[in-house]
């Protein structure tokens, strides 16, 4: 997610046994799919390169069960705790779709990402300048915002909204065709604890509070300024909405009853 940027003095990525760079959909380097391992190990190299040459090749087949398993995955993160026991679902799921979890993509895929890096200098700018829109557009608005030292280096742009409404607000913007925008990961804890029952989890209070009360905005080279600017309001508008909703719900006047006539 940070490449092109900075950790103290070295590029993101450049210390460690391995590094791995993510080229996925809506990621800073987008070809939609795949990505690198970078090492300067020998023996780790060629062992990296045996396994990836027995992984099945990318296919029709694949694609069309990565399709489906990212409408019922999310779905079903966004829902299992609903008091449904939807996650004990999670099992069967990650049974059903095992063989999308390692494969190798033809050479085709990658035919994009030349131009890709060599674009990365405009992205990473292009970044910054949405952020700074975001930055500004939001600075009145009901949200907590984030400081960073470099806007450049986001993958998408958070804020946070009181949990109660978020799942609304996020409704409200995709309704409006804002589909990049999205929420983070919720709470793997009933994941895990539906596929490894006897694992002991420590408690992850931050990351459980950042999952119910994210929304990252796109940043994306789709999108433009002038969506920045009509995200940002569409922000604003739908939180505004909620507290109203909220207020009215919490604070609805009893019904007036009369006395009895003399």
């Known amino acids: 997610l940070a490449v092109g940027n900075q950790a103290g003095e070295l590029p993101c ?6 590094s791995i760079l993510s080229f996925g959909l809506g990621k800073t380097i987008d070809i939609e799919l795949g990505g690198a391992v970078l090492t300067d190990n020998a023996p780790l190299s060629k062992e990296i390169s045996r396994v990836l040459k027995s992984l099945p090749l990318w296919s029709t087949s694949l694609y069309k ?3 489906v398993w990212n409408d019922l995955y999310w779905a079903l993160h966004r829902c299992e705790n609903d008091g449904l026991n939807l996650d004990r679902q999670y099992a069967a799921l990650f049974q059903q779709f095992h063989e999308i979890a ?8 990658w035919d994009d990402l030349p131009a890709a890096l060599a674009d990365l200098k405009n992205n990473l700018a292009h970044r910054r300048k949405l952020a700074e829109i975001y930055s500004e557009a939001l600075k009145a608005a009901p949200v907590q915002i984030q400081q960073f030292a470099d806007l450049s280096a986001l993958w998408k742009y958070p804020v946070f909204v009181a949990r109660q409404l978020r799942e609304d607000v996020l409704d409200t913007l995709w309704n409006h065709g804002h589909h990049e925008v999205t929420c983070w990961y919720p709470s793997l804890h009933p994941m895990v604890a539906s596929l490894l029952p006897n694992i002991n989890q420590p408690p992850t209070p931050y990351a459980d509070a ?3 009360e994210v929304i990252n905005l796109p940043l994306s080279s789709n999108t433009t300024e002038i969506d920045a600017r009509a995200i940002a309001k569409m ?5 505004e909405q909620g507290e109203r909703a909220a207020h009215r719900e919490y604070f609805s006047p009893l019904p007036l009853v009369l006395p009895p006539s003399a």
Do not use: N, V
Request: charged fraction near 10%; proline fraction near 4%; aromatic fraction near 16%.
């Open 65 to 67: 069960q990565t399709r």
């Open 235 to 239: 922000l604003d508008a739908a939180i």
């Open 13 to 18: 990525g450049a210390w460690g046994d391995a």
């Open 102 to 109: 390692a494969y190798q993509l033809p050479a085709s895929y």
């Open 210 to 212: 950042w999952g119910a």
